[in-house]
Each structure stands twice: as C-alpha cells, then as structure tokens.
C-alpha cells in the first residue's frame, strides 16, 4: 500500500471532513450517519474509500492524517 505521503495531492471531499470531524469530536459511526443523513454502510463506505485515498489504513490514521494537515 502506498504511504500517506505519497497521496498529497488527494484532498479529502467538504462531506468526508465533516465526517472526520464529527468522529473527531468522538461521534459514533451511528450518531454520524444520522447527522449527515446517511446510512452507517455508506458512511463506513466512504471512510474506506478516504481511507484508501489517502493511504492509510484506519479511520483513526484518516483522521490524524486530516489533524495534522489542517483540514479539521
């Protein structure tokens, strides 16, 4: 799998950051998907497919990853 470093051209979608945020601030995926107004499957779809964008391998990292670029 390539590195976080070498996906610094992906910028994350204004709906994923939300998403991040909100899991940031300690959210569930349940209470996320609720506010965002999608199911959990699409909602852990999605950070899946961040996730692979970015190359990393955790929600956990797809939110450091955000956190220390600034984006959240």
Do not use: K, W
């Not at 979608?13 to 909100?22: E, P």
């Not at 609720?34 to 190359?55: K, M």
Request: no cysteine; glycine share 6%; hydrophobic share 45%.
């Amino acid at each position: 799998m390539a590195t976080a470093l070498e996906h610094e051209h992906v910028r994350p979608s204004a709906d994923d950051l939300d998403i991040l945020r909100r899991l940031a601030a300690g959210e569930t995926v349940e209470a996320v998907s609720r506010h965002v107004g999608l199911s959990e499957r699409t909602v852990r779809r999605r950070l899946r497919n961040l996730a692979d964008g970015i190359g990393v391998d955790t929600t956990i990292e797809a939110v450091v990853y955000a956190v220390r670029r600034g984006l959240i």
